[in-house]
């Protein structure tokens, strides 16, 4: 069968009987770089919607889904020119035909991101079907929505469609809050001059957030607060009222932050106040330095310990760890090393956390994350019973894994972490 490996993946998942989503998962990572393979892309998706059995149940991915992924693989201008050209007004039929007709969640995930792919690649075309989608609403609790919008930032040429297209009726669900951190996004970067929930609808939807006690939605309340510099008094003080009382730290934040953009001092203080504790000094610095107030930064979060602590907690805070940052953190080791991974010499530290139990017959969660190269923990692996030499081989032996060297041991271990270590640190100890 001539062709390339993708025109013999299509054609064979095309052929009767066949799996089109197995034939291209099975290449894996795949770049689209000449115009054939973005020509046979465009043609396969010519023959969708796809009639009859398409395999079992239990699939990963449907067979649209799986070649509509294809479109974020083009590596090349001429395959990303065909791709725009022939396959765009392709994924716009598809949506148009398969809207109405959709059954199961494979067929809807599918969609989802084909609207991810038409918002990504900048047409009027693939524009008006986001908006056609969110309009009607078409699942607007899918947090898929957050990808979708996210695109239309003030570089694409098309926000402004979405954005006015949008504003009434306000969107509804999760589809609300995405629209919402979409326009923030705009009015921060100075390309809205009417916020979208400067309306009384609007302005009764951002309370209702800011007013929600339920914490699987205070971020909700989060992307509330960042709107209000951006709308108008005497609506704005209540809700920044609001904002300034919610139970949640980050939200705080926030409203400390969009209280000190809208010149208030005492906004200035509450961030430099948060920016001592290294639980959430990295953001309320962060947003001191978007204020350009640099200089309300205390002198204990520019050291360098304190900065690795904040570090730390900024990575267990993030959603895929532990969500929150720990209730105590302190150094538990420091030095300078040659790491073997980076290839230089650098200061790392260990950070020990830890997060109190909820029950009291229950054990804390304690662990050691590490900071001066790529910040990470090892959960369940790198402990607070092991010596600091033990963690720093543990984490040399899976960053050489992460960045695929040749040098990292078949099997992570604390022994082979050691061993290289040591054959780079010998004179000057190291951790041999």
Not at 408 to 413: C, E, L, V
């Amino acid at each position: 069968m001539a062709g390339s490996k993708l025109q013999r993946a299509i054609v064979t998942g095309l052929s009767p009987g066949g799996d089109l989503a197995e034939a291209l998962l099975g290449l894996g990572d795949y770049p689209i770089a000449t115009r054939e393979d973005a020509e046979c892309v465009c043609e396969a998706l010519a023959r969708f919607p796809l009639c009859g059995p398409v395999g079992d149940e239990y699939r990963i991915t449907s067979p649209l889904h799986a070649l509509v992924s294809l479109f974020q693989d083009a590596a090349t201008e001429e395959a990303a020119e065909v791709l725009t050209e022939r396959g765009i007004p392709q994924l716009c039929r598809v949506f148009d035909e398969s809207i109405e007709t959709l059954e199961d969640d494979a067929d809807v995930d599918a969609l989802m991101f084909l609207l991810k792919i038409l918002a990504m690649y900048r047409t009027y075309e693939g524009t008006l079907r986001v908006v056609s989608a969110a309009r009607r609403p078409f699942r607007p609790d899918r947090f898929m929505w957050s990808v979708i919008l996210g695109q239309y930032d003030k570089a694409h040429p098309y926000w402004h469609t979405v954005c006015e297209q949008l504003r009434d009726p306000l969107p509804e669900g999760f589809l609300a809050v995405a629209y919402l951190d979409m326009a923030n996004n705009l009015a921060i970067r100075g390309a809205l001059t009417c916020h979208p929930f400067d309306t009384p609808a609007g302005v009764a939807q951002l309370s209702a957030w800011l007013s929600n006690l339920s914490p699987e939605e205070f971020s909700y309340a989060h992307s509330a607060a960042a709107s209000l510099p951006f709308i108008r008094p005497p609506a704005r003080d209540a809700l920044l009222s609001l904002a300034m009382d919610h139970p949640d730290t980050a939200v705080q934040m926030e409203a400390a932050w969009a209280s000190a953009r809208l010149g208030s001092e005492g906004g200035v203080k509450v961030l430099a106040r948060y920016a001592e504790d290294p639980r959430y000094s990295r953001v309320a610095c962060q947003y001191l330095e978007e204020l350009d107030r640099m200089e309300a930064i205390p002198a204990c979060a520019l050291d360098e310990d304190f900065r690795a602590m904040a570090e730390m907690c900024h990575w267990l805070a993030h959603p895929n760890e532990f969500g929150r940052p720990p209730d105590d953190i302190e150094v538990y080791d420091r030095r300078e090393l040659y790491w073997p991974p980076t290839g230089d010499r650098r200061r790392l530290w260990l950070l020990k956390y830890r997060y109190r139990a909820d029950e009291p017959e229950a054990d804390d969660d304690v662990g050691v994350g590490m900071v001066g190269s790529i910040t990470f923990a090892l959960f369940g692996e790198a402990t607070a019973d092991l010596s600091p030499e033990d963690v720093y081989a543990l984490h040399c032996c899976w960053e050489l894994e992460c960045r695929e060297d040749r040098r990292a041991p078949k099997t992570r271990s604390i022994e082979a972490g050691r061993r290289i270590l040591a054959r780079y640190n010998r004179k000057t100890g190291g951790c041999a």
